[in-house]
């Protein structure tokens, strides 16, 4: 992958602008809200380096962070209690090339990690966040694991949408990884945590922003800061965004942090500041109405199949369990029926004893009389288990089910089922440090965002989600957010990212490490609206650098590139008629599959369009194309 020196070069300028050190406090002349409105009357004012607004997991990562570097930091919490979202998680985070994976023989590639997030999406989602939290997420459990946060590799199964096993879990799970943050936090000497104390405004100088005020036992308090981090979470326990965002989920089960009613991004909304992805959300669809929680995918992939209150199947089973959520909530009355056999059943033993004790389970011995006891219409059940049988005979079914049990075999079993909201996935717009900014990619000098409150990369508008993106959201950002607040001057802050084609590979922000990642889009082409946009981004097809006068000698020629793969090489052959190149033909590779044949086509298109092997490579698959074009140019010097 490329590297380009201008990037190199603004890096390290807007490092040098920035400054490595804390400064002083900022000189206030008149002090508004985010609206415009006059600072009302405050009881005190107290000062800090950084202000971090909101307890959740990107709050702590990022008061941790900036106390790190020698900031004094306040952090806000509105509620009683630290934790947020983060405490309700599973404590699952995707990473790559972790310790974990390589005491497992388990080879993965960052390029791998992100082509999986980008595909709920449909690849629509801003490609500079994808990249930049697959590059980070190593880091991430290095640094968790540093606070006291120990994790296990799930081999046991692959998770939906993940190519390798490269989900890491929390001993403990979300409580336990919020325990160790909050005990790590509170007995921080530079960090100073005020419970029930909810911020109400930011509060602006000539544009800067320089804090906040907050609701205090004793009154309206200023808090002024040389930086705030805004990680006040989404908007999934508010119900009027909701109704205006994504109506399709009110009927969800909320299991939301309570804390998450969107002031930070009305505030930020306030101020001029972008929004993006506002009607996207992570919802589960597999949610027990008597166990009041949600239930292991592993029933449908076992076996088991969802049918409405008439008694038809309504989806493939086998999409992911936030894509079930508008699925289930649109049947009759938003419930549904799982049904599943014993194997299914003594597949997910605990689960499914569980399920018996709590008297969560209709049972019958055949199918027909199963249905007849969950007042199904037998017509169209029977329809229902027909189409069923007939995936499992030919491999797939009217639904595009192509996943099916060897064999129906009762007792079977059924339980009523709704879906759930976990949180929302739409917010303010960021650079790649958590400025935020505005349309034009301008700063609001003083702000910072991470974790739900920002804009979300796993989808534009809908469920689209992959397993542990809202951590990786939460502890990446906040990370970043942390190291940029208390090392940055308001004054001088460059937007970071202005090309999209930036991820950072170490958190220090130095040039000698940013990853080599190839950018999709231009800044211009990047979408940004207020309102997300249906229709996916496509793939930049690579274009040739300059029309071709070349030619060359008529004939057959042979050549070799090293592409991904480093032991096979890319072999081609080229045909020269009357001077152009008028044939490719690739003889052998051993490129992964999936990615090499989107380089194949596209290279090979550009090269015979160009006349020339001065192509770009395709995005996303850059080493298979590197290796593509190195064997067209190597065959072209023979013919020349």
Do not use: C
């Amino acid at each position: 992958m490329k590297r380009t020196k201008w990037l190199a070069l603004f890096i390290a300028l807007a490092i040098i602008l920035s400054g490595i050190v804390v400064f002083g406090a900022q000189e206030l002349g008149n002090l508004t809200l985010s609206d415009g409105t006059p600072l009302p009357e405050t009881v005190e004012t107290v000062e800090t380096d950084v202000l971090v607004i909101g307890g959740g997991g990107a709050g702590l990562a990022a008061a941790l962070t900036a106390a790190a570097e020698g900031s004094n930091v306040i952090l806000l919490e509105k509620m009683s209690y630290l934790g947020g979202a983060t405490l309700m998680s599973g404590g699952i985070i995707p990473a790559a090339n972790t310790k974990q994976q390589e005491d497992a023989g388990i080879t993965d590639t960052e390029e791998l990690f992100a082509r999986d997030i980008l595909r709920p999406s449909g690849y629509s989602v801003r490609k500079d966040l994808v990249y930049t939290v697959t590059a980070e997420a190593k880091s991430v459990i290095e640094w968790l694991e540093e606070q006291g946060v120990v994790f296990n590799l799930i081999t046991s199964s692959l998770y939906y949408g993940q190519s390798n096993y490269r989900m890491h879990l929390a001993e403990g799970s979300g409580q336990e990884m919020t325990r160790v943050l909050v005990e790590n936090a509170s007995n921080h000497e530079k960090i100073d945590v005020r419970l029930n104390t909810p911020a109400t405004d930011l509060v602006v100088n000539n544009g800067t922003v320089v804090g906040a005020v907050a609701e205090t036992e004793n009154g309206l308090t200023l808090y002024k800061a040389n930086n705030t981090v805004l990680a006040t979470s989404g908007f999934a326990a508010n119900k009027d965004w909701l109704e205006k965002y994504m109506p399709e989920i009110l009927d969800a089960v909320p299991m939301v942090a309570p804390g998450a009613t969107g002031e930070g991004i009305l505030w930020g909304k306030n101020l001029g500041a972008d929004i993006a992805n506002m009607k996207a959300y992570q919802g589960h669809g597999l949610h027990s109405t008597v166990l009041g929680k949600s239930l292991s995918l592993g029933y449908l992939y076992a076996g088991g199949m969802l049918v409405n209150a008439n008694g038809d199947r309504f989806t493939n089973e086998h999409i992911g369990y936030s894509e079930l959520t508008p699925e289930v909530l649109q049947q009759p009355g938003g419930k549904v029926h799982l049904i599943f056999d014993q194997a299914v059943a003594d597949a997910n033993e605990s689960s499914f004893a569980t399920l018996k004790e709590k008297d969560a389970l209709t049972e019958a011995a055949d199918l027909e009389t199963l249905g007849a006891a969950l007042g199904l219409d037998s017509e169209r059940f029977a329809l229902a288990i027909e189409d069923f049988k007939n995936g499992m005979e030919k491999g797939e079914d009217s639904l595009n089910r192509t996943l099916f049990p060897a064999s129906l075999t009762g007792p079977f079993y059924a339980v009523e089922i709704t879906a759930d909201l976990r949180h929302t996935q739409g917010g303010l717009v960021t650079d790649l440090v958590g400025h935020v900014v505005k349309p034009d990619h301008t700063l609001i000098p003083g702000l910072y965002a991470a974790g739900g409150v920002m804009e979300g990369f796993s989808d534009t508008a809908g469920p689209g989600y992959m397993s542990g993106n809202g951590l990786l959201q939460a502890f990446v950002f906040g990370r970043l957010a942390g190291k940029a607040a208390a090392t940055t001057d308001p004054a001088s802050a460059l937007y970071i990212g202005n090309e999209y084609t930036i991820a950072y590979k170490d958190i220090g922000m130095t040039a000698d490490n940013l990853p080599q990642v190839e950018s999709t889009v231009e800044a211009s082409e990047q979408a940004t609206e207020t309102e997300p946009t249906d229709s996916p981004e496509t793939e930049t097809e690579p274009q040739p650098t300059e029309a071709a006068d070349a030619t060359y000698v008529d004939g057959v020629y042979e050549g070799e590139g090293i592409g991904h793969d480093a032991d096979e090489p890319i072999r081609v052959q080229v045909k020269i008629e009357d001077g152009k190149i008028t044939e490719i033909e690739v003889l052998s590779h051993n490129e992964t599959a999936g990615i090499y044949e989107s380089a194949e086509s596209g290279i090979i298109e550009a090269v015979l369009a160009a006349n020339s092997a001065d192509v770009d490579v395709v995005s996303g698959a850059t080493e298979s194309s590197d290796g593509l074009l190195e064997a067209i140019r190597k065959a072209l010097a023979d013919a020349k």
